[in-house]
């Protein structure tokens, strides 16, 4: 019997239906680490397989724009494409989503198809035999190898995740079987059709998160309604995984009582404090992800070398976690604290490098630059939580800043100032943001009647900060006396 790899996380997985929505949060310990939601991830089309037609080729760009039937074409890269089918247009091509689509780009396919399980990935197109850098026990690795070559037929692959460590040859060649089985299916269907469409389509939710997340260190499922329960044990039996967590059954709602929604503000603030006192700063942009590390209150060390390493590593840790739970992907920059020797900048990189073992998604770190800033890229195929958990602001566009209270001032002295050139205009009423009271005080509104020589009156309920609201008042004209008859007149 081959030992499984063990270590001191305690993982549960939360699963509570509202109406039609299923969300799904795990904890490690008491920390949040990963939680979707069904409504959110229903339009997710990464690993589903396609009917692809070929609507044109781009060697300026080595891509070629494929029609796969959901109403946009997606984007293949020639490095994505294989021996198996050649791309030229009109031609018929079987893909799969690898990317799903983000703003107005399409979504990302490869002709490298592959089938998922549990344990492993069949890839039908391919010879290859590949193993989880995850396991890093050779005797484990020969092993599994060695099942490989006695399981698999000519022209096929496969890949061997991190759950298969320790999993018998005869289950493995079930599991194997059965991803064959469904890929002759699709295969079969690929052949007799002409026209775009979906082939081969991901699991439920609930049994692909089951099949993703679900580990040994599961030591309990928590769900509120009883058709959560039904799949739950029907999806852990399905995968013969060896190891079944506790499902318990909860009433009302299951994120409430394990205080997910407490634990949930986090994906909110910009700032995440570290458990000695210091914190991490995290900003995103188009174009990359930085993170920027401060001791702060910080005194978790005898002096500021090992202060600054403590908090390193406390901040590589964090940071792991971060990435993982708002689904953060691309290029990262890292802003650590200076460290003056090499030997505290590779304990750093060993440090993020054994947090990110608990990522799904594939990390590269590039190491330190010489300006000290750490490089690394997460890649990932769904949009980050945060695009799907709020949106931009109204007011600041995005970027978290807004006009000061003494730039919108400068404004309206000048929209009075045009206004009052009418004459006619006596007096005006204003409505300003409550943040315009330290400008617009008593004193300076006396001023300003005397400045503008019209009447002034100030009021503090708009409700924009960056705007304003000026009713201007007309001079009110006598009514005009009537004509008296003239004698003349009245004959």
């Known amino acids: 019997?081959?030992?499984?790899?063990?270590?001191?996380?305690?993982?549960?997985?939360?699963?509570?239906?509202?109406?039609?929505?299923?969300?799904?949060?795990?904890?490690?310990?008491?920390?949040?680490?990963?939680?979707?939601?069904?409504?959110?991830?229903?339009?997710?089309?990464?690993?589903?397989?396609?009917?692809?037609?070929?609507?044109?080729?781009?060697?300026?760009?080595?891509?070629?724009?494929?029609?796969?039937?959901?109403?946009?074409?997606a984007f293949l890269r020639f490095k994505d494409a294989s021996g198996q089918q050649k791309l030229e247009k009109n031609n018929k091509v079987l893909v799969q989503v690898s990317k799903d689509p983000i703003g107005s780009k399409g979504p990302q396919i490869t002709l490298k198809v592959s089938i998922p399980g549990r344990s492993l990935v069949y890839t039908p197109f391919s010879k290859h035999i590949g193993i989880s850098k995850k396991i890093a026990d050779q005797q484990e690795r020969n092993r599994l190898t060695a099942v490989a070559k006695s399981v698999l037929e000519n022209k096929e692959g496969v890949i061997f995740r991190t759950a298969a460590f320790g999993v018998g040859e005869e289950t493995i060649k079930e599991e194997l079987e059965s991803l064959r089985e469904n890929w002759n299916k699709i295969n079969e269907t690929f052949r007799r059709s002409r026209k775009p469409k979906i082939l081969y389509e991901e699991p439920s939710f609930v049994e692909y998160i089951l099949r993703e997340r679900l580990t040994e260190n599961t030591k309990e499922i928590v769900v509120d309604s009883e058709e959560l329960w039904h799949?739950?044990?029907?999806?852990?039996?399905?995968?013969?995984?060896?190891?079944?967590?506790?499902?318990?059954?909860?009433?009302?709602?299951?994120?409430?009582?394990?205080?997910?929604?407490?634990?949930?503000?986090?994906?909110?603030?910009?700032?995440?404090?570290?458990?000695a006192g210091g914190n991490i700063y995290i900003d995103r942009t188009e174009a990359m992800t930085v993170i920027d590390v401060n001791s702060a209150s910080s005194i978790s060390g005898n002096d500021v070398s090992e202060t600054s390493l403590n908090t390193n590593l406390e901040a590589a840790s964090e940071i792991a976690r971060q990435l993982r739970l708002r689904n953060i992907g691309g290029i990262v920059v890292i802003?650590?604290?200076?460290?003056?020797?090499?030997?505290?900048?590779?304990?750093?990189?060993?440090?993020?490098?054994?947090?990110?073992?608990?990522?799904?998604?594939?990390?590269?770190?590039?190491?330190?630059?010489?300006?000290?800033?750490?490089?690394?890229?997460?890649?990932?195929?769904?949009?980050?939580?945060?695009?799907?958990?709020?949106?931009?602001?109204?007011?600041?566009?995005?970027?978290?800043?807004?006009?000061?209270?003494?730039?919108?001032?400068?404004?309206?002295?000048k929209d009075l100032s045009r206004g009052f050139q009418d004459e006619s205009l006596t007096s005006a009423s204003i409505q300003v943001y409550q943040n315009m009271s330290g400008i617009l005080t008593p004193e300076n509104q006396k001023n300003l009647v005397k400045t503008l020589k019209r009447e002034i009156s100030v009021g503090f309920t708009w409700p924009i900060p960056t705007s304003y609201e000026i009713k201007f008042v007309k001079k009110q004209e006598k009514p005009k006396k009537p004509k008296t008859k003239t004698k003349r007149e009245s004959k």
């Open 335 to 413: 802003d650590f604290i200076d460290m003056k020797n090499d030997e505290d900048r590779q304990k750093v990189i060993s440090s993020l490098t054994a947090e990110f073992k608990k990522d799904k998604a594939r990390t590269m770190i590039m190491g330190f630059t010489r300006l000290g800033l750490l490089e690394m890229t997460r890649k990932r195929s769904t949009a980050a939580i945060g695009s799907k958990l709020y949106s931009s602001c109204p007011i600041c566009k995005g970027t978290g800043r807004i006009e000061s209270p003494r730039a919108v001032y400068q404004r309206l002295l």
């Open 231 to 275: 799949d739950v044990v029907a999806g852990i039996s399905k995968f013969k995984s060896g190891f079944k967590p506790v499902v318990r059954y909860v009433e009302g709602d299951a994120f409430a009582s394990e205080e997910v929604y407490e634990k949930m503000k986090i994906l909110y603030t910009r700032m995440v404090s570290l458990p």
């Open 1 to 73: 019997m081959v030992a499984r790899i063990q270590n001191n996380r305690t993982q549960t997985i939360v699963f509570s239906r509202i109406e039609d929505e299923v969300r799904i949060a795990s904890l490690d310990g008491d920390q949040l680490e990963e939680i979707f939601f069904e409504d959110m991830d229903s339009e997710s089309v990464t690993g589903n397989i396609y009917l692809g037609k070929v609507e044109n080729v781009v060697p300026s760009l080595e891509a070629a724009f494929v029609n796969i039937g959901i109403g946009r074409n």
